[in-house]
């Protein structure tokens, strides 16, 4: 496997393994997430702009939920690495989605399980990393669990014929 090597100063270092830490995931490992969603986005995977935007409550309500899966993770498999990679595409289909803020995410080696209220009503997604392409979700009405199949880019359309 090629190394790369490069350079920073201290408090970039400290400040991003902090933050890494925080995720359950090493430097090299958000390096390589880096890179992935360079070669997927066919560029710089964010926008590089020179006003700071400010983090919506939606994106950090989000963004604390998948720390405490990780962290949740983290301590039931004795301080294994959820490899985070695995989840992006899922994630990424599920970015926008308006429910987001109210999401529970649970971390499994091979799956991501989110909980999530749409619309007044409860929900499963289940993803599994061994189906990239396929997302089962889960709701129970009138007493009946009622499960769905759809592909990453129809979870939002699917929700909404429940």
């Known amino acids: 496997m090629p190394t790369i090597q490069f350079r920073t100063d201290d408090q970039t270092k400290t400040a991003s393994t902090a933050i890494f830490d925080q995720l ?11 890179l992935r969603q360079a070669i997927m986005k066919g560029g710089i995977p964010f926008s590089l702009t020179v006003t700071e935007k400010k983090e919506t409550r939606a994106e950090i309500l989000e963004n604390e939920a998948l720390i405490d899966a990780l962290k949740r993770y983290k301590s039931i498999n004795g301080n294994a690495i959820f490899d985070i990679a695995k989840a992006e595409p899922f994630f990424q289909a599920i970015e926008t989605h308006d429910a987001k803020k109210n999401m529970r995410i649970t971390l ?14 409860d929900f499963v997604l289940d993803y599994n990393f061994e189906e990239p392409d396929s997302v089962f979700i889960l709701s129970r009405q ?21």
């Open 108 to 121: 499994q080696e091979k799956a991501i399980k989110v909980r999530l209220n749409f619309r007044g009503k």
């Open 142 to 162: 009138g007493g009946k669990l009622i499960i769905k199949d759809c592909n990453l880019a129809g979870i939002s359309e699917t929700l909404e014929r429940f």
């Open 24 to 34: 359950g995931i090493t430097m090299s490992e958000a390096i390589n997430l880096f």
